[in-house]
């Protein structure tokens, strides 16, 4: 039997300064890395794999997202809480 192996790969991270993503939810995989985060993964439409680490923002906005989805992720930058006065990265999530 002659099988054609194909290697897998971690997605490159999404770069957000590139524009919005927009792409389909494929799924995601929770408690990676040394601050246990989650890691979404999308497919963009030009058929390229991504990846986007979770934040308390984008953890919560996700949870609504059912895979495969499409989905379109806006990063609005770090934003400052005046209760805290500690920063946060701030999300803007779309579905279709």
Do not use: C, H
Not at 44 to 63: A, H, I, K, P
């Amino acid at each position: 039997m002659t099988v054609a192996w194909k290697e897998v790969e971690q997605s490159e991270t999404y770069d957000f300064e590139q524009g919005p993503l927009v792409g389909a939810f494929t799924g995601v995989e929770t408690n990676v890395g040394p601050n246990e985060s989650n890691l979404y993964s999308f497919e963009l439409e030009d058929g390229r794999n991504v990846s986007v680490w979770g934040s308390t923002v984008l953890d919560s906005r996700m949870s609504k997202i059912q895979v495969g989805s499409v989905v379109k992720i806006e990063f609005l930058g770090e934003k400052e809480n005046p209760k805290t006065n500690r920063t946060y990265k701030e999300f803007k999530v779309y579905t279709a």
